[in-house]
Each structure stands twice: as structure tokens, then as C-alpha cells.
């Protein structure tokens, strides 16, 4: 499901989404585990949105239905907060992430796809995660089931970087186990029903692409084989397994990290199969899962202080384009006015026509400045009608 929502072409996304979606700004955050679209425009845009969605990746508009989540202010930014802090992973305090939502800024400003709103926004989510993360430490000693498979299989094997081993699955608890081999420098492939998935998960996470029906038929040149899928049926079966190790001299060690399981429990009666799954190291990520629950909550209570700093600023940045239009007008009256009175004058001298210039920017400040900055204040606080105000007494004009 999540491969048919994936941007394969970002520029191309990118372009479609500022073309014809209705968005000034935009940002798409892809990961094995998630693709998102933050965007800065009008909330009667959602259906051009998901139109252009659609176009992009070759979509039937219904798709959406029960596939895609909204969120918008300040819900949209609790959520960017708690995914530069940890809290919205598989594992509290992921690292990953974070390195992921940087990446995807940088690629949108460099396109030019990101603009005051969006750039003030991530730059902020940003700052809060790592906060979160130097405060609390909720990214040191986090144990996942992956990293917990993982290091498993290097208890139970010799030498783990020598043997041939296989991932099968491209969600986010395969995401954890590629990530933990990748930390540790062993070489795996990684194998999805559908290669195009597998590629783009190695791409993200790590590993070398196999082909499916390859792979499944293949089982002889494994040593150790991590499953990690959502199928509902036993992609490891009893009888592929069993064929498989009739060639082989070594034994073999699986971790299923299934859920519903994907290895048919009868693998395990097979010589030299040593296998383990999901229920077996659960208790031991839930221990140290119970131990950082306190992590947890100095995570949230921080972001909970965040939140309304960053709220301020986005209310801020709606006023913004007033202020400066109020500004600049103002001024060009300004330089208007004393030009026709340095000509009324016939002052000559360039010192005296600096001090008169230099006079009235300072006339011009001190009466505009308190207004605006009221203004900004107003606008940090939700005062919606003072915003609709001096926008009527200054005849200002939105920009579509």
C-alpha cells in the first residue's frame, strides 16, 4: 500500500504539487516506513491536493479514502515535533528520523519548494527534536525488536558478517533490523513482493535488492533469514525449508518478526534449524521499553513548551507580508514627500540631506513601529479580527 503513494520522481512531484495543487509551499518526507506531505496553502486545496497526489503516482482518487490522514496548525505541528523527537517511531527515540526530515528540508529548498512558512516551521521541528533528544537522552540505549534480532543471531553465530543473510520485508520493524546491520557493517539482502519496494528500501535503509520469487526459492543459500512482513499467510513454509536444508551441511537460524507470524511454526522441528520469534524477544524490548517510559514524558512535557512558541511563530509569519507592505508604502510616501521638499528647499548640501533623510526614517518608525509590533503580538495571540482590521484600514491585498 505504501509503495503505490510513493513519489518515485521527486522533482517531478515536486513541480506537479506547486503547478497544480493549489500549495505555495510544499515539503514530501519519505521514508521506508512513511510518506508525508506538509504543505503551506489554503485548506479548500485538499481535493486539488489529493488530485495531484493521484496524477503523480498513478492513482485512483478513491485510494484515499481510508489511506490518507490529515492533519492541519497546530495537530500538523505536534506531529512534525514528535517525529524530530523520537516519538512517533516503532522505537522511542529512533535517530534515523531525524536525519531523514533535514534531508527532505534540504532537497525542498533546493528546488525552491519550501518557502518562509514551511522553512521557519522545520527549521523550529528540527531544533525541538534535538533539544529532545540532548535533554532526555531518549536516543541512547534504545533497543528495538530488530536490533534485538539482530543482536540475537550474533550470540547464536560465529562470525555474523560471513554468512549469507536475507531480510525479507520492507516495513518499519525490517527498516529496524537493516539499520542494525548496516551499524554493525554486514552485508544482507532484502527482498519485497514487488522489487521496485525493495529497491527503494535499500536505497533508504540499506541492503542489496533480491528479486521475490528468487529469494523464496533460494532458501539454500541462506544462513540466517530475518522475516518481517504483514502477509496472512506463511511465506516461510515447512516444505520450502525443508528442501532447502536437505542441500546444506550448516544449519540455519530464523527470526521471524511477523506479526501475524509468517514462518510456520513446524520450521522449528527441522535439524539444524534453530529458529525464534516474535513472543521470544518481545519481553526483553519491553523491559527496556518500561525503563525509558519515564524518558517519554520529559520528551513530551518538552514538546508540550514548544508548542505554543511555535504556534506564535507560525501566527506570526500570517502578518508578516502586512507589516511589510504597510512599511514599504509608508516609505515610498516618505521618499516622495522629501524629494519634492529638498527641490521646494534647493538644499544642496549632502550632509544636511542625510540628516533630513535620516529624520524622517526616524519620524516614520517610531509612529509605525508600535502599531505593528501590537499588530504581530496580536496575531501570536489568534486575534483574527485586528489582522482583518489593518488589513481593511491599509487596503492590503492577499497574494494568491
Known amino acids: 500500500m505504501l509503495e503505490r503513494f510513493t513519489f518515485h520522481d521527486i522533482d517531478s512531484a515536486y513541480d506537479s504539487f506547486l503547478r497544480h495543487s493549489g500549495l505555495r509551499e510544499c515539503v514530501l518526507l519519505q521514508t521506508c516506513n512513511r510518506v508525508e506531505l506538509f504543505g503551506f496553502g489554503n485548506r479548500d486545496d485538499l481535493e486539488k491536493i489529493k488530485k495531484t497526489w493521484a496524477s503523480v503516482s498513478g492513482l485512483e482518487e478513491n485510494a484515499f479514502k481510508e489511506n490518507l490522514e490529515v492533519s492541519e496548525g497546530t495537530e500538523a505541528y505536534q506531529h512534525l515535533l514528535k517525529l524530530t ?14 536525519g531523514q526530515i533535514k534531508e527532505s528540508m534540504n532537497a525542498a529548498r533546493q528546488l525552491k519548494a519550501s518557502g518562509s512558512a514551511l522553512n521557519t516551521l522545520f527549521e523550529k521541528a528540527i531544533r525541538v527534536g534535538t533539544r529532545v533528544r540532548q535533554a532526555t537522552g531518549i536516543s541512547k540505549g534504545s533497543i528495538s525488536i530488530g536490533s534485538m534480532a539482530v543482536k540475537l543471531a550474533e550470540e547464536n553465530i560465529d562470525d555474523l558478517k560471513s554468512k549469507r543473510i536475507l531480510l525479507i520485508g520492507t516495513g518499519e520493524a525490517a527498516s529496524l533490523v537493516a539499520k542494525s546491520l548496516k551499524k554493525r557493517g ?18 533508504t535503509a540499506g541492503g542489496n535488492p533480491v528479486k521475490f520469487e528468487k ?7 541462506v544462513d540466517v533469514l530475518f522475516v518481517a512482513t504483514v502477509a496472512p499467510y506463511f511465506l516461510v513454509t515447512y516444505d520450502r525449508v525443508k528442501e532447502a536444508m536437505e542441500s546444506r551441511k550448516n544449519g540455519m537460524m530464523i527470526m521471524d518478526l511477523s506479526n501475524p507470524r509468517t514462518v510456520d511454526e513446524k520450521v522449528s522441528t527441522i535439524k539444524k534449524i534453530k529458529m525464534m520469534n516474535l513472543d521470544q524477544i518481545a519481553e526483553m524490548v519491553d523491559k527496556n521499553m518500561r525503563t525509558r517510559m519515564g524518558v517519554v514524558s520529559s520528551a513530551e512535557k518538552i514538546i508540550n513548551e514548544e508548542l505554543p512558541v511555535m504556534e506564535a511563530a507560525m501566527k506570526r509569519l500570517e502578518v508578516e507580508p502586512i507589516v511589510k507592505n504597510v512599511f514599504k508604502e509608508i516609505d515610498q510616501a516618505r521618499v516622495k514627500e522629501l524629494k519634492k521638499a529638498l527641490q521646494m528647499l534647493g538644499e544642496k548640501d549632502e550632509q544636511k540631506i542625510r540628516i533630513i533623510d535620516q529624520l524622517t526614517q526616524a519620524i516614520v518608525e517610531d509612529i509605525i513601529s508600535v502599531p505593528m509590533n501590537n499588530l504581530r503580538r496580536a496575531s501570536e495571540q489568534g486575534d483574527s479580527e485586528i489582522l482583518k482590521t489593518v488589513t481593511k484600514l491599509f487596503d492590503y491585498k492577499t497574494k494568491e
Open 215 to 221: 529469494a523464496i526459492a533460494n532458501f539454500k543459500l
Open 85 to 98: 523527537s523520537g516519538l512517533d517511531s516503532l522505537v522511542v527515540g529512533e535517530e534515523q528520523i531525524l
Open 186 to 203: 554486514i552485508d544482507f539482502g532484502v527482498t519485497s513482493r514487488t522489487f521496485e519496494r525493495s529497491k527503494s528500501f535499500a536505497d
